[in-house]
């Protein structure tokens, strides 16, 4: 079993950044790829990043790509997402999730475990 913890969400004005972390305990971290989902009131959940096992390679989607940078630290068992320029449609409960498959894995289908999701509010 797999315990994922998010913190680092909150209030914050557009074009402001927040720091997401996901805190994993469990089994070995290093054996699961990591992603970032986010979902809005009344929208389906969402795909925004993913980082292999390594933390080698990442993938964004295309609203992230070029503000948020996802980053794993596997002595700490820790994953991160920095999220920079915020706007207001990313506002938004974020989830982290590990993946035992490697690579880049973009549904949610592909996920075997979940955080409780932590509020991001981006103000205008």
């Known amino acids: 079993q797999v315990q994922l913890v998010e913190s680092g969400g909150g209030l914050v004005q557009a074009g402001g950044s927040l720091r997401l972390s996901c805190a994993v305990s469990?089994?070995?971290?290093?054996?699961?790829?990591m992603g970032w989902f986010r979902q809005a009131p009344g929208k389906e959940r969402e795909f925004v990043a993913v980082?292999?096992?390594?933390?080698?390679?990442?993938y964004y989607a295309d609203s992230a790509k070029g503000r948020f940078t996802i980053s794993r630290d596997n002595a700490k068992n820790e994953v991160y997402l920095q999220m920079n320029s915020l706007k207001p449609e990313d506002t938004a409960v974020y989830y982290c999730?590990?993946?035992?498959?490697?690579?880049?894995?973009?549904?949610?289908?592909?996920?075997?475990?979940w955080g409780q999701g932590t509020q991001v509010t981006v103000s205008s």
């Open positions: 999730a590990a993946s035992p498959w490697n690579g880049v894995r973009v549904t949610s289908k592909d996920y075997d475990y």
């Open positions: 980082i292999s096992w390594s933390g080698g390679s990442t």
């Open positions: 469990g089994r070995t971290f290093r054996n699961y790829a």
